[in-house]
Structure formats: C-alpha cells, structure tokens
C-alpha cells in the first residue's frame, strides 16, 4: 500500500519578469484565468487529488496570495447582509472545511529545488505533490488526480509529462526514457532526467510540466545545494538521482497545458477555459466568430 499523498507544495516566490508590467506589484499566481487566480485553479486541481495541506513557498510582495485563501469576516457579514448566498457559497469554496493552507519564505531565489526544499519542514517524512501554478492543464481528470491515481498503481516518483517541439527543449526538464508506452494516460519508465538541455544534446522531447508526486528522499538530495542549468538548485537534477533508487515514471497526462506565465499560452488558456464552460461558452463562442479577430482589426 503506497502512503497516501496529502500535501502539495506550491512554489510561488517568483517573480514573474515574463508578465510586466500586470506583475509589477500583483504575484503572477493572481493573474485571473476567466474569473479565478492562478493559485486557486491550481488549489482546486489539488484538492480533487485528495489535497489536504496546501504548503505556499512565498517570497516578498507574495503576501496578497495568503489573503486569497484566508477568511474575511467584512465580506462575509456584508454578502450576508445582501442575501448573497451564491456569492457566499463561491467564498466558502476558495477554502473548503478540512483543508489547511501553510506558507514559509524562499529567502534567495536560488531556484526550483531550493523553493520546494524550503518546504520540507512543512511536509516532513511523507510523499507530497508540487504543483506550478503557471502550468494549467485543461482536462476531465484534473492533472494532479490523473498522476496521483497512477502513484497509487505503481508508487515511486511521478511528473505529468507531454512531448514538445524539439526547438523547445531547452525550456524544460526533459526525460531519458527506458521504455513508453507511448499513449494518452500511458507511463513512461525514466533511466535519466535533464534541465533544459539544448536540442542537440536533449536524450528525448518528452518534457516534465509541473506537476509532480515526489518521494522525501528528495529533500535529502536537495539539502546538498548542488547548482545546476543557470546556476541554481534543480528540483530535476535531485529527482534525477532517485533513479534506480526509487521507482521513476512520467505520466502522459490526458489534457491540455498552457504556460500561463506567457502572455499569449495565458490568453490561449483564457479563451480555452472560458470556451469550456457550460455558463459561458456559447456566449464566447458567439462573440468570438462575431468579431471575427484578425490582427488587422483595430489597428
Ligand atoms: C520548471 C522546471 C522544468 C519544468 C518546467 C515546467 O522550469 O525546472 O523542469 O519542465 O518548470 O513548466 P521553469 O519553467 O521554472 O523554468
């Protein structure tokens, strides 16, 4: 019987360069894909994972992202006072009851591995998840369940992982497989793991987006500080030594990702999301062949 996953860590103390001005002051998690922060499309796809413990890795100015999730007694008194109950009810969900939400500083920026290492006094000896909340996955099964459903089939370490251009591949942590199946939802059995290699030298184009289900082992290998890519601490390159140690599998998740930390994946991810919905979806849909947009329009 494998432990069951309790806690996610969000790693959230970036700052969000790609995104200026709108990150200037505002975290990048709080950007609003159609009407919800970042940060709660992901606390919502953890918490259909069976999340309990929501662990924040903040940094300066993140502050606003720990009010998002706590209670405020104004708004509720005021919404009562209006009879507002739909409104009350969407405020009660940002927080649902046995859920517990956490946060603790990355003092230095020195990378992935060290924000999620940050954590470990908050996780402790037990397997966790790690969700990037700039990473949104439209899909049936949220992606965070689809992995933790295959953690508890085969165990071990687990990341979401899609294949990517190969001009792409110096952007993420890219898999040497041993074997794949090859299909959506199908697992492939990991010999290595690289950072941003470049296309020349990448073992594969099957690429990690950030979802991952990690064993604790793996802040023993972070407490080592090693630098990797760019000269920080590589969450990759400490999974990358639980190989062979561990059971190490990638998920073809089932689904659709868009990097939100990019002005157009986050407009792509507006529209798809909002496309999605049964509330406004057709509206959009109309809205969208009524403007018919082309980049001459307007200009
Ligand atoms: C991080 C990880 C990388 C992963 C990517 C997914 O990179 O280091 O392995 O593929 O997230 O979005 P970052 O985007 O923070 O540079």
Same mark, same amino acid.
């Given at each position: 019987?494998?432990?069951? +996953?309790?806690?996610?860590? %969000? #790693? ?15 975290? /990048? ?21 069976? +999340?309990?413990? %929501? +662990? ?12 998002? %999730? ?9 919404? /009562?006072?209006?009879? @507002? ?8 969900? +940002? ?15 020195? *990378? ?7 954590? !470990?006094?908050?996780? *402790?000896?037990? #397997? ?16 965070? @369940? ?16 899609? $294949? ?5 591949? $110096?952007r993420?942590?890219?898999? $040497?497989v ?7 939802? *199908? ?8 950072? @941003?290699?470049?296309?020349a ?9 950030? !979802? ?7 802040? $023993?290998?972070? =407490? ?6 760019g ?13 062979g ?39 959009? =849909?109309?809205?969208?062949? !009524? ?7 307007n !200009?």
């Open positions: 019987m494998n432990d069951p +996953i309790r806690k996610a860590v %969000f #790693p959230v103390g970036g700052l969000g360069t790609r995104f200026l001005p709108a990150t200037k002051v505002m975290p /990048k998690e709080m950007l609003v894909v159609v009407d919800k922060p970042l940060i709660q499309h992901a606390v919502e796809e953890a918490a259909a994972a069976g +999340i309990e413990e %929501f +662990i924040f890795v903040t940094a300066a100015g993140k502050t606003m992202l720990e009010d998002h %999730f706590d209670a405020c007694a104004e708004l509720v008194t005021a919404l /009562k006072a209006k009879n @507002k109950s739909a409104e009350l009810k969407m405020l009660e969900a +940002i927080a649902p009851a046995g859920t517990r939400f956490s946060a603790t500083r990355q003092p230095e920026p020195l *990378g992935l591995g060290h924000a999620v290492w940050c954590a !470990r006094h908050l996780v *402790g000896d037990e #397997p966790f998840a790690v969700m990037l909340p700039d990473d949104l996955v439209l899909s049936g099964t949220p992606c965070l @369940k689809q992995l933790v459903d295959a953690y508890g089939r085969v165990g071990g370490n687990l990341v979401a992982v899609m $294949d990517v251009p190969k001009a792409h591949t $110096d993420y942590g890219i898999l $040497d041993e074997s794949d199946e090859g299909t959506e939802g *199908g697992l492939a059995s990991v010999r290595g793991l690289v950072e @941003k290699p470049s296309p030298e990448a073992p594969s184009t099957l690429s990690i987006i950030g !979802r991952y289900v990690l064993q604790p082992a793996v802040f $023993d290998e972070l =407490e080592r500080g090693r630098r990797g890519a000269n920080e601490i590589q969450l990759t390159d400490a999974m990358a030594e639980l190989i140690r561990q059971p190490f599998h990638g998920l073809r998740f089932a689904g659709t990702r868009y990097d939100c930390g990019d002005k157009v994946g986050w407009l792509e991810a507006n529209l798809a999301f909002a496309l999605a919905r049964d509330d406004m979806g057709p509206a959009v =849909e109309a809205a969208l062949s !009524r403007t018919g947009f082309a980049r001459s329009t !200009r």
